[in-house]
């Protein structure tokens, strides 16, 4: 027989381009797949970052705009801490005044005998009280009418100085007393 000689080099040569090409054409598709995702992702997430950046925009306005807020509300409670400590002071002055109107009268009421005040001053709940008595034991019965009163408390006599001119026996007498509210039903 005959030598039969096939030579299948070009065919192997062929189907090697083929699938050289095949891979080649599959590769360049993966990669433009690929890609196209990559691109598709990066504007997915730069749309993502975009819409939370208008968000954060969005609550960074609204926070100022309530940071304002806030500051008038601090400044309206201020106001209204102000207004109500100003009421109180009036609601204060306006209770205490039948209190001085009825601690000028219990002045009246336990003024001794023979006894005459020159000056009166008010410091706090203290009240001095330089006056002028025929004698001393009219001093005596001044500060134990102030003890039995119960709108004052801790009568003491500063100083006692004798003065002629209203009298033999006559002193000017300085004293303090200080003011004590009674308690109401104990009022006289």
């Known amino acids: 027989m005959a030598d039969i000689k096939i030579n299948l080099l070009p065919w192997r040569e062929e189907l090697r381009e083929e699938k050289k090409k095949e891979f080649i054409n599959v590769f360049l598709g993966v990669v433009l797949i690929a890609g196209g995702i990559v691109l598709v992702m990066d504007r997915l997430y730069s749309s993502t970052i975009e819409d939370q950046r208008s968000r954060n925009q969005y609550l960074e306005q609204k926070i100022t705009i309530l940071e304002g807020r806030i ?68 001093i005596s019965s001044q500060l134990r009418n102030f003890s039995d009163s119960e709108w004052f408390d801790k009568p003491n006599v500063r100083g006692i100085v004798a003065d002629t001119n209203f009298g ?21």
Do not use: C, W
């Open 168 to 188: 033999p026996q006559a002193s000017q007498f300085h004293l303090t007393v200080v003011q004590s509210t009674p308690k109401q039903g104990q009022e006289e």
């Open 71 to 138: 500051e008038e509300i601090q400044q309206l409670q201020s106001k209204r801490n102000q207004l109500l400590s100003r009421m109180k002071v009036i609601q204060e002055l306006q209770g205490n005044r039948p209190i001085i109107v009825r601690l000028f009268d219990e002045i009246a009421k336990r003024l001794a005998d023979r006894v005459f005040y020159t000056r009166m001053k008010v410091t706090g709940n203290s009240l001095e009280i330089d006056g002028i008595a025929e004698s001393n034991n009219r």
